[in-house]
């Protein structure tokens, strides 16, 4: 029997990071051999299957009835405490849990931004404080719920799309005591905030074109428990002089007639991010999904007229950074740097 290594087959799975975020797409990195030996990482879809096989991918939501609340600063802990102020100021539960004392008291001068936050919301009106902070663990699975204050200005720009999912159990196994709810059916997939303190698992298979049945078992890999998106701590500026920064600043709309201001910003390349290079940073949080969603948040709120970036990939201005910009209202250039080395810079500026 030849035809096992002749048929479309999955040599390997790995995930970017072992932490899901909410709102933070996820693509698992997924090695194939095609039936003339090649390896690819090349997508096989149905509409370009490969002699009569094409790849199906499924993602799930592992939920235990062993109810387990996770610490807000350190994923890997289970909590211990939680903060009775998110409670009565309605942030989502999962924002509020620490696996100690000491870990409440060091997250205190962050984590009482949040407080701050929704009362100034509550102040406003109700409306303002669901879109702040988002509905927790009340939605239905496969819509988005803003999961976090940190998301609430780039909203679903991402592009959050994980296809229609069946609203019911898709499985359980009675004696683990774990149900399996079908989240997504595409190789990305972007985790909600019903999803948070969840295991996801990602499976794909090589499935027959006529039958419409795996042609094996599916290979499967499994995330650690979903967490929700942290807020940044707001960055504290330098003053290097009163007259420049005052045009700068979260709160100025345009700045006054006949000057402008520009911001420089390097938003560290991808391919610098790496573990070995920033070794006391989790994984996670030097994901591009992740970064770019902070970066451009950060970017966007100094309403610079002209925006300069340095660092930028191609690939990550064309899929990303020119689109945003121009929702934005920015018109976007890119300029190749003349080494070898395959970084540029990106110039912005406001029009209109
Ligand atoms: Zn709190
Ligand atoms: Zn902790």
Not at 104 to 114: G, I, P
Not at 319 to 330: I, L, N, R, S, T
């Amino acid at each position: 029997e030849e035809q096992g290594w002749r048929m479309l087959s999955v040599v390997r799975v790995h995930l970017p990071s072992e932490i899901p975020i909410v709102g933070c797409e996820i693509t698992p990195y997924v090695l194939l051999r095609l039936p003339n030996g090649a390896i690819s990482t090349e997508d096989v879809p149905e509409t370009a299957a490969v002699d009569g096989h094409f790849m199906r991918y499924r993602w799930y939501r592992i939920q235990s009835d062993r109810k387990v609340a996770i610490c807000s600063v350190h994923p890997m802990e289970q909590a211990t405490i939680q903060c009775l102020g998110c409670l009565k100021s309605k942030i989502p539960a999962a924002k509020s849990y620490h696996c100690s004392a000491k870990c409440f008291s060091d997250a205190w001068q962050h984590h009482k931004v949040l407080h701050e936050r929704a009362s100034s919301a509550l102040n406003e009106n109700g409306a303002e404080e669901e879109e702040l902070f988002g509905r927790f663990g009340s939605g239905s699975s496969g819509i988005l719920s803003s999961g976090s204050g940190s998301m609430s200005n780039l909203g679903q720009s991402p592009g959050v799309n994980n296809g229609p999912v069946p609203l019911y159990p898709s499985g359980s196994d009675k004696s683990s005591g774990e149900t399996w709810f079908e989240v997504g059916r595409s190789q990305t997939y972007t985790p909600t905030a019903d999803d948070i303190g969840h295991v996801l698992r990602f499976e794909c298979a090589a499935v027959d074109t006529e039958k419409k049945v795996p042609a094996g078992p599916p290979t499967s890999i499994m995330t650690s428990r979903v967490i929700p998106a942290p807020t940044p701590t707001p960055r504290r500026l330098i003053q290097v002089n009163g007259d420049v920064l005052g045009h700068l600043d979260m709160d100025s709309q345009s700045s006054s007639f006949g000057t402008f201001t520009v911001l420089s910003y390097n938003i560290l390349a991808d391919a610098y991010a790496t573990s070995d290079a920033y070794s006391y940073c989790p994984t996670w949080a030097l994901s591009w999904t992740y970064r770019r969603q902070n970066l451009m948040r950060e970017i966007i709120g100094y309403h610079a007229d002209i925006i300069c970036l340095q660092e930028v990939q191609l690939n990550h201005f064309e899929d990303f950074f020119a689109p945003e910009f121009d929702k934005h209202g920015y018109q976007a250039l890119y300029k190749k740097r003349t080494t070898e080395v395959s970084l540029s810079c990106s110039l912005s500026s406001q029009i209109g």
